[in-house]
C-alpha cells in the first residue's frame, strides 16, 4: 500500500495505531495510584513528543542518511516559530497560513546557510552550523528585538492587526474553528485519558512526516545520500557531484525543522528565543543518537525518551519521595531518599546524561539496536536455525551507527 | 510494490475494535467544572515553578525553600511565620477554606520554552490553581501568558523589568516585588544627596528587555536630577569578560559608571570596574563612582568585598526590623539555618496573598480571587503598608536603598540599608508610558470555563 512494500506497509501501520492510541498508552497508571507520577498522557507532553519526534525525523534525514552532522538545526526550528506568531499577529489566529510559510522561509534559511555550510565537510561543517545558529540566536535574543521581541518572546497581543480575525473567532490557535488546546477527557474507572485536538493534529502531521521521510529512506535518492555517507570521495571520483544532494537533504531537514517549530508555535502561541540556542541543537543531535541515528523509528524513539525525562523526572522532588518511601522506617527511608535525590527534580539531567552514557555505550545503535536485540533474542528461541534474514529485494542492511 | 491480505476475520475484529473506541466516550462522561481544575477533593495544589538549573538556580532553591515554609504555615505547621503579623486574618492555619495545601515544583531552567512546558504539565496533568515563582522577567511574562489562556491565578516571583505589569500585564497575573520604574525613583534621592547634581553617568546594559527597560527608568530618574547621559553601551548576557567595555568608560569624561546587569554578570562587570582601578579614579574633580541599581544577596556575595560603598536597591531585607520580617526570618532561620533573600521573601508573601484572597472571596474561581486581590490594602508582611493596585496589578510599598558594607561581619550582612524610600516617591501613573502607556490593558479575567 502507499508505494510501499508490505514489511513497511506493516510498520507504517504499527507507527499510526501508536501514535494515535498515545493518550491511552501515556497513561498506564490510575489517577490515584502514587505512580501516577509517571504517567505522561497529558496534552502538552504529548504534543511535544510528536513535535519533536518531526524534528528528529527530518534531522536523521541529513545525519542518518549522508552523515553530516549539522549542530545548528535550532535555527530552523526558531524560524519556523517565529513565523507562525507573526501570522497569528498580522493575519489571525488560524495555524494554517503560518504553518505552510514556516515550511517556506526555513527552506529558504536552510538553502542559504547550506550553500555555504556543505563547502566544508565533517567538523568544519558542524562547527559552521553551529556558528550560523548561534549567530540567528544572538540576533533573536538582542539585536532584532523589534521583529522578536528579545528575552521575553513573540506574543500576541490585542492591539495587534489580525485582519483575518472574525468577530466570532476564538482567541487562541486554531484549524478552521478547531481549536487546539481543547481536549475530551474521558474518565474510565480511575484512569483519565485526555484527547487533544492539538494532539492529533500534531499526529496526523507527524505520520505525513513520517511517511515521506520512509519513502525518502526508500527511494533512489535516499540510495545516493547513504552512498555520500558511505564513501563522498570515491563518488567524486566517479564523476558525481555530491553536493546537490547533500544541499537537497540539509534543505529538507532544515524544513521538518521549520514545520516542528510552526508546530511548536502552533500548539502554544509563544517564540522564545531560546529555542535557537545551541543546547536545542545538540538536543537534537542527542535524541538521534539516542534512538539510532540512521533508522527510522529512533529519533522518534529519542526523542519521546528525552522529554519525557525532562518533563517527568524534573518534577519529583524530596516530598514525592517521602511518599513513596513512607513504609520504610525513618533511618533508611532518608537513605534512601538520600540516594536518590541526586537524580531527580534538578538533577534531571544527571539522569538523562547517565542513560545516555549508558547507550552510548552498551547499544551503540540506540534504542532501535537495544529493541532489534529482544526481538533476536526472542526469535531465536522459536524457531532455532533457519535463513535470518528473507529480502527478495535485497535491500542493503541498515547503517551501522555513524560513530562505529 | 502492494501487498496486503484482508480477511474476513480480520475485518470484523478490526471493526468490532474501532467500534469500542468510538463508543467510549459516549459511555463514560468527561468531567465538568466551572473553572479549570476547580479542587474537588480535600486538597488544593499550588504549582511552584522555579529554575532548579542555570544561571539563576541558587535563587530558584531559596524561593523553593520559601514556598515551602509557606505550605506548612498555610497548613498550620510551624510556628505561623508572617500569618501573625498579617494585618488580613482570614487564613486560619486549617489551609484554605478547610483544603489542606498540596504543592508540585517544577524546573523553569530559565527559559521561557521550558517554563511554558513545565506550567502546561502543571496545569493540565497535576491540577494546579496558581503557579507562583521564577527568577527573570521574560520567563514570567511568558508564563503569565500562559496562566491568561489557561485560566489559573500566577503570582509573580522575581521579576523587575517594567513590561511584567506594563505593556505585558494581564488579569490573572499578580506582581509583588517592585520594578525598575521604581529602582530609578527610590535611587535618585540618594544618589543626589551622596553624588550631587552635576555628574556624567556611563551605563553598560544588559542586551535584553529587562536591561533596556532598567536602563530607560535609571536614566530618566538621574536625568531629572541635572545628570548627563554619556553613553549607553549594551553588553550581551552571559559575556564573562567585560574588559573591552570598562576601558572606553575611562576616555568617555563620565565620572559615574551604572551596571544594568544581574546574577552573574554583575559580579563580573563589578569586579572588572573595580580591578581595573575605576573607584580610585577622579575624574572632572570627582572620585569615580559605581552604581548597580538592582541588588540581590546572592550578587551581593559574589562580588564580595568589590561592593564596598556601592549604591542599589532591593525589594525587601532580612535586616529591617519590622514584626513581619523579624517573623518571617526567625521561622525561615530556624528551617534552614540562613536568612531568606529577597526573591524567597516575594515568594513567600505572594503564596500567602493567594491564599489569604481565596478564603476571602471564599472561592477558587480565578476571578473572585483577582477581584479579592485587587485593590487589597494590606500589612505585616515586611515591606509596611502596601496595595495591590487594579489596574495593573503591581504592588506599591516602600523601596530599600542598600549599600555594600564596609565592614561586614558575616556572608550575610555584606549589604547594609540606606534608606527606607516611602511608597508615595515611587508610585506613577498606570498608563505611564514607560509601561505601555494608555493601550496596555489587562484584558478580561479568565476562568477557563
Known amino acids: 500500500m502507499f508505494g510501499l512494500s508490505a514489511k513497511d506497509t506493516r510498520f507504517l501501520l504499527i507507527v499510526v495505531f501508536l501514535t494515535l492510541a498515545t493518550p491511552i498508552l501515556l497513561q498506564p497508571f490510575p489517577e490515584t495510584s502514587s505512580l501516577a507520577q509517571f504517567n505522561a498522557g497529558y496534552p502538552d507532553l504529548m504534543q511535544k513528543f510528536a513535535i519533536f519526534g518531526i524534528f528528529a525525523i527530518g534531522f536523521n534525514i541529513l545525519f542518518g542518511l549522508t552523515g553530516y552532522l549539522s549542530f545548528g538545526h535550532a535555527a530552523f526550528l526558531g524560524v519556523g516559530s517565529y513565523t507562525v506568531v507573526w501570522m497569528y499577529k498580522l493575519l489571525g489566529?488560524?495555524?494554517?497560513?503560518?504553518?505552510?510559510?514556516?515550511?517556506?522561509?526555513?527552506?529558504?534559511?536552510?538553502l542559504l546557510i547550506g550553500f555555504i555550510s556543505l563547502r566544508r565537510s565533517g567538523i568544519y561543517f558542524s562547527i559552521l552550523t553551529l556558528a550560523f545558529a548561534q549567530m540567528s540566536y544572538n540576533l533573536a535574543y538582542s539585536v532584532l528585538t523589534p521583529i522578536t521581541n528579545g528575552e521575553t518572546g513573540l506574543q500576541v497581543y490585542s492591539n495587534d492587526p489580525q485582519i483575518l480575525m472574525g468577530e466570532n473567532s476564538?482567541?487562541?490557535?486554531?484549524?478552521?474553528?478547531?481549536?487546539?488546546?481543547?481536549?475530551?477527557?474521558?474518565?474510565?474507572?480511575?484512569?483519565?485519558?485526555?484527547?487533544?485536538?492539538?494532539?492529533?493534529?500534531?499526529?496526523?502531521?507527524?505520520?505525513?512526516?513520517?511517511y515521506i521521510s520512509l519513502r525518502i529512506f526508500r527511494s533512489p535518492f535516499g540510495m545516493m545520500l547513504r552512498a555520500i555517507k558511505t564513501n563522498q570521495t570515491r563518488m567524486n571520483y566517479t564523476g558525481l557531484n555530491s553536493r546537490p544532494y547533500t544541499l537537497a537533504a540539509f534543505v529538507i531537514s532544515g524544513m521538518y525543522a521549520g514545520l516542528a517549530g510552526g508546530?511548536?508555535?502552533?500548539?502554544?502561541?509563544?517564540?522564545?528565543?531560546?529555542?535557537?540556542?545551541?543546547?536545542?541543537?545538540?538536543?537534537v543531535v542527542l535524541m538521534t543518537i539516542l534512538g539510532g541515528a540512521g533508522t527510522l523509528m529512533g529519533p522518534v524513539l529519542g526523542a519521546g525518551f528525552i522529554k519525557y525525562c525532562e518533563?517527568?523526572?524534573?518534577?519529583?522532588?524530596?516530598?514525592?519521595?517521602?511518599?513513596?518511601?513512607?513504609?520504610?522506617?525513618?533511618?533508611?527511608e532518608d537513605f534512601v531518599i538520600a540516594l536518590i535525590h541526586p537524580f531527580v527534580g534538578k538533577g534531571w539531567h544527571l539522569t538523562l546524561g547517565i542513560l545516555f552514557m549508558l547507550v552510548v555505550i552498551f547499544l551503540p545503535g540506540g534504542l532501535v539496536e537495544g529493541g532489534q536485540r529482544l526481538a533476536r533474542l526472542f526469535r531465536r528461541k522459536r524457531k532455532a536455525g533457519g535463513p535470518s534474514r528473507k529480502d527478495p529485494e535485497h535491500r542493503p542492511n541498515p547503517e551501522p551507527h555513524v560513530a562505529e | 510494490m502492494t501487498n496486503s491480505n484482508l480477511t474476513r476475520r480480520g475485518v470484523l475484529k478490526?471493526?468490532?475494535?474501532?467500534?469500542?473506541?468510538?463508543?467510549?466516550?459516549?459511555?463514560?462522561?468527561?468531567?465538568?467544572?466551572?473553572?479549570?481544575?476547580?479542587?474537588?477533593?480535600?486538597?488544593?495544589?499550588?504549582?511552584?515553578?522555579?529554575?532548579?538549573?542555570?544561571?539563576?538556580?541558587?535563587?530558584?532553591?531559596?524561593?523553593?525553600?520559601?514556598?515551602?515554609?509557606?505550605?506548612?504555615?498555610?497548613?498550620?505547621?510551624?510556628?505561623?511565620?508572617?500569618?501573625?503579623?498579617?494585618?488580613?486574618?482570614?487564613?486560619?492555619?486549617?489551609?484554605?477554606?478547610?483544603?489542606?495545601?498540596?504543592?508540585?515544583?517544577?524546573?523553569?531552567?530559565?527559559?521561557?520554552?521550558?517554563?511554558?512546558?513545565?506550567?502546561?504539565?502543571?496545569?493540565?496533568?497535576?491540577?494546579?490553581?496558581?503557579?507562583?515563582?521564577?527568577?527573570?522577567?521574560?520567563?514570567?511574562?511568558?508564563?503569565?501568558?500562559?496562566c491568561q489562556e489557561a485560566g489559573i491565578i500566577f503570582m509573580a516571583g522575581l521579576t523587575h523589568s517594567n513590561d511584567t505589569t506594563g505593556k505585558d500585564r494581564k488579569a490573572n497575573g499578580f506582581r509583588h516585588f517592585f520594578n525598575a520604574y521604581m529602582s530609578g525613583a527610590a535611587l535618585a534621592p540618594v544618589l543626589e544627596k551622596a553624588y550631587g547634581t552635576e555628574r556624567r553617568a556611563y551605563h553598560l546594559t544588559a542586551d535584553y528587555t529587562w536591561g533596556y527597560t532598567q536602563q530607560e527608568s535609571i536614566q530618566a530618574s538621574t536625568e531629572a536630577l541635572g545628570w548627563q547621559t554619556v553613553n549607553n553601551v549594551l553588553t550581551p548576557v552571559g559575556a564573562g569578560d567585560f574588559s573591552s567595555y570598562i576601558t572606553p568608560v575611562l576616555q568617555s569624561g563620565a565620572d559615574v559608571l551604572i551596571l544594568n546587569h544581574y546574577g552573574g554578570d554583575m559580579v563580573n562587570s563589578l569586579t572588572q570596574a573595580v580591578q581595573f582601578g575605576l573607584r580610585d579614579k577622579q575624574v572632572n574633580g570627582k572620585n569615580f563612582e559605581i552604581v548597580v541599581p538592582l541588588y540581590s544577596e546572592l550578587m551581593a556575595e559574589g562580588a564580595g568585598a568589590n561592593i564596598k560603598g556601592v549604591y542599589g536597591s532591593m525589594n525587601w531585607n532580612w535586616q529591617l526590623q519590622d514584626p513581619g520580617t523579624k517573623a518571617f526570618v526567625k521561622s525561615f532561620g530556624e528551617k534552614y539555618g540562613r536568612p531568606p533573600s529577597n526573591s524567597a521573601h516575594t515568594c513567600y508573601v505572594q503564596t500567602l496573598l493567594y491564599a489569604d484572597a481565596v478564603a476571602r472571596a471564599g472561592s477558587f474561581n480565578p476571578c473572585a480571587v483577582v477581584e479579592a486581590?485587587?485593590?487589597?490594602?494590606?500589612?505585616?508582611?515586611?515591606?509596611?503598608?502596601?496595595?495591590?493596585?487594579?489596574?495593573?496589578?503591581q504592588c506599591f510599598k516602600d523601596v530599600l536603598v542598600m549599600k555594600g558594607a564596609e565592614n561586614p561581619t558575616t556572608q550575610f550582612d555584606v549589604l547594609e540599608i540606606v534608606e527606607v524610600t516611602p511608597r508615595a516617591q515611587v508610585e506613577y501613573a498606570p498608563d505611564h508610558p514607560m509601561f505601555g502607556g494608555a493601550e496596555a490593558s489587562l484584558g478580561e479575567c479568565n476562568d477557563g470555563a
Open chain 1, 170 to 210: 476564538p482567541t487562541s490557535p486554531h484549524l478552521f474553528g478547531l481549536v487546539m488546546r481543547d481536549s475530551v477527557q474521558v474518565d474510565v474507572g480511575g484512569w483519565l485519558f485526555t484527547f487533544n485536538i492539538g494532539y492529533y493534529f500534531c499526529a496526523i502531521i507527524a505520520i505525513l512526516a513520517f
Open chain 1, 311 to 332: 518533563n517527568i523526572f524534573s518534577k519529583i522532588n524530596d516530598g514525592v519521595l517521602h511518599g513513596w518511601f513512607a513504609f520504610m522506617p525513618d533511618g533508611l
Open chain 2, 373 to 393: 486581590l485587587e485593590d487589597f490594602d494590606f500589612d505585616g508582611m515586611g515591606n509596611g503598608p502596601t496595595t495591590y493596585r487594579g489596574a495593573d496589578h
Open chain 1, 93 to 110: 489566529y488560524n495555524v494554517l497560513p503560518g504553518l505552510v510559510l514556516a515550511v517556506i522561509i526555513s527552506a529558504l534559511f536552510a
Open chain 1, 263 to 283: 508546530l511548536l508555535a502552533s500548539m502554544d502561541p509563544l517564540a522564545g528565543a531560546e529555542r535557537m540556542q545551541w543546547t536545542a541543537s545538540g538536543e
Open chain 2, 14 to 146: 478490526t471493526g468490532a475494535v474501532t467500534g469500542a473506541g468510538l463508543a467510549l466516550p459516549t459511555i463514560f462522561t468527561s468531567r465538568a467544572s466551572a473553572f479549570t481544575n476547580e479542587p474537588t477533593g480535600s486538597t488544593v495544589k499550588f504549582g511552584f515553578n522555579v529554575p532548579q538549573t542555570g544561571p539563576y538556580a541558587e535563587e530558584g532553591l531559596d524561593e523553593l525553600r520559601a514556598q515551602e515554609l509557606a505550605v506548612e504555615h498555610l497548613n498550620g505547621m510551624g510556628d505561623g511565620g508572617m500569618l501573625q503579623t498579617f494585618s488580613s486574618k482570614a487564613l486560619d492555619g486549617t489551609g484554605i477554606l478547610g483544603k489542606k495545601v498540596e504543592f508540585v515544583t517544577g524546573d523553569t531552567q530559565t527559559k521561557s520554552d521550558a517554563a511554558r512546558a513545565s506550567a502546561k504539565s502543571m496545569i493540565e496533568k497535576d491540577g494546579v490553581v496558581m503557579i507562583n515563582g521564577g527568577s527573570s522577567s521574560g520567563v514570567a511574562v511568558a508564563v503569565q501568558g500562559l
